[in-house]
């Protein structure tokens, strides 16, 4: 009998250590659950952060701009516009336009001077084509490369392509995104397109179809994107968390992450596959190595440290046609925006982005403080005349290069004028205008 009790024992035991293990994992599960919400409670407090800095950006500071400008009753004319105009704003769009700045915590001087322009040309522009079908502001156009079709990308959320070649009229309008969109990028044969958003994705599209063929989510909030020009399954993207990302599309893994010490807000593939060329929150021109993932140069836009907000690369007129990479040169001109009113052109050398970069031109006249602006350029058959241009000469005020502020130094240079050819940079501007300045090659 007294074998019994001892028998028993055991199972007494056992209950006792399996309470104690389900009390471990227990603490365990509570211990995790701790430091989940402890993550999830810095997330929340990154991505407070991060919109409170970017409450200044361009769609909190347009989307006040808009709702002012309806409040106030005014409305824009589809006439022609004047690049060098004398107009003035009229005293209820100044005080409409003044009331919606300050709100945004925007800065008011640089919309008191008005189109200091060289009034030689007085060339007049009118509107071809007004495409209707955004509900909310439109941020980003893209055209494809074949020239036929145009991309936009709106606050309104969605993706929308228009037949611009023969019937001016919207052909698709893709809905995915559940914030603004922020950039677009065509693939070079025009058939795929990249949009990137503020809801913290990257998404590719069948443009034939209309049709969303992927979506990426991101670390950060998308600033950027675009394709790998050699690559078509590869594309890059740049974010409010300082990362430049490389993603295949072929795999379902993570992107390939390259960590930068600011907010990435514009990007540029070179033609090589190898280098892309970020401009960023810090003001710095890097040209990234993308197989060792290193930064191999690295220029300081201007000594202010004012925020790039765009990098352009000049285009050529042959990019639809010819489709053998051997054919393809990489552009030598860029043109950089950024906040300090300047829209800088560079000479990239011989060999970009390998080769040496140099200041070209200074540009005057628009305004881009405190507001991310892009440029553009033109090269092609509809505009291909010579100009005659005085030579660069040295800012005092910011040490750049820069052209002349008085027309009439043109009129009576003595010394002997050099031949460009003619190549045109279209760039926005924070008051209700585009503007067009003539860059060239000097021969």
Same mark, same amino acid.
């Given at each position: 009998m007294d074998i019994l009790p001892n028998q028993r024992q055991p199972t007494g035991s056992n209950k006792t250590n399996s309470s104690l293990t389900t009390g471990a994992n227990r603490d365990q599960q509570v211990e995790k659950l701790l430091k989940e919400v402890k993550q999830l409670k810095q997330k929340v407090d990154i991505l407070d952060k991060e919109n409170i800095a970017l409450k200044k950006s361009i769609y909190d500071l347009s989307a006040r701009y808009a709702a002012s400008i309806c409040q106030g009753g005014l409305s824009y004319r589809s006439g022609p516009f004047v690049i060098d105009s004398e107009l003035t704003p009229s005293g209820k769009a100044q005080e409409v336009i003044s009331k919606a700045v300050q709100e945004a915590g925007g800065d008011m001087d640089s919309f008191q001077s008005v189109y200091p322009h060289d009034g030689r040309d007085a060339k007049t522009f009118q509107m071809r084509y007004e495409l209707k079908g955004h509900t909310g502001a439109v941020y980003t156009v893209e055209f494809s490369p074949n020239g036929s079709l145009l991309a936009s990308g709106s606050f309104d959320q969605t993706v929308r392509i228009w037949d611009t070649a023969s019937a001016q009229k919207e052909i698709h309008c893709m809905k995915a995104h559940t914030l603004n969109i922020s950039d677009l990028a065509w693939s070079t044969d025009s058939t795929m397109l990249l949009s990137g958003g503020y809801?913290?994705?990257?998404?590719?599209?069948?443009?034939?179809?209309?049709?969303?063929?992927?979506?990426?989510?991101?670390?950060?909030?998308?600033?950027?994107?675009?394709?790998?020009?050699?690559?078509?399954?590869?594309?890059?993207? =740049?974010?409010?968390?300082?990362? /430049?990302?490389?993603? @295949? $599309? *072929?795999?379902?893994?993570?992107?390939?992450?390259?960590? +930068? &010490?600011?907010?990435?807000n514009t990007l540029y593939a070179s033609r090589d596959g190898?280098?892309?060329?970020? =401009?960023?929150?810090?003001?710095? /021109?890097?040209?990234? @190595? $993308? *197989?060792?993932?290193?930064?191999?140069?690295?220029?300081? +836009? &201007?000594?202010?440290?004012?925020?790039?907000?765009?990098?352009?690369?000049?285009?050529?007129?042959?990019?639809?046609?010819?489709?053998?990479?051997?054919?393809?040169?990489?552009? *030598?001109?860029?043109?950089?925006?950024?906040?300090?009113?300047?829209?800088?052109?560079?000479?990239?050398?011989?060999?970009?982005?390998k080769s040496d970069t140099r200041l070209a031109h200074a540009l005057k006249g628009f305004k881009n403080k405190n507001w991310p602006i892009k440029s553009s350029f033109y090269c092609g058959n509809g505009y291909n005349s010579s100009i005659l241009s005085k030579p660069s000469i040295m800012n005092d005020a910011y040490g750049d290069l820069d052209l002349t502020n008085n027309p009439n130094e043109y009129l009576f240079d003595t010394q002997e004028p050099k031949e460009e050819k003619s190549v045109l940079l279209a760039t926005g501007s924070a008051d209700p205008y585009a503007y067009l300045y003539n860059v060239g090659e000097v021969k």
């Open positions: 809801d913290e994705t990257c998404k590719t599209w069948d443009v034939e179809m209309g049709k969303l063929v992927g979506s990426y989510e991101t670390e950060g909030l998308v600033q950027c994107v675009a394709w790998d020009f050699v690559d078509s399954n590869v594309f890059y993207y =740049g974010t409010s968390r300082k990362v /430049l990302a490389i993603t @295949d $599309i *072929r795999t379902d893994g993570p992107p390939a992450i390259i960590r +930068n &010490d600011a907010m990435i190898i280098h892309v060329i970020t =401009g960023d929150a810090y003001g710095m /021109l890097k040209v990234w @190595d $993308i *197989r060792s993932k290193q930064c191999i140069s690295s220029k300081l +836009n &201007d000594g202010s440290k004012m925020p790039i907000t765009h990098i352009a690369i000049g285009k050529r007129s042959t990019d639809a046609s010819r489709r053998s990479i051997d054919d393809y040169d990489e552009p *030598r001109y860029m043109a950089v925006n950024s906040y300090d009113n300047l829209l800088r052109v560079y000479d990239r050398g011989m060999d970009p982005p």
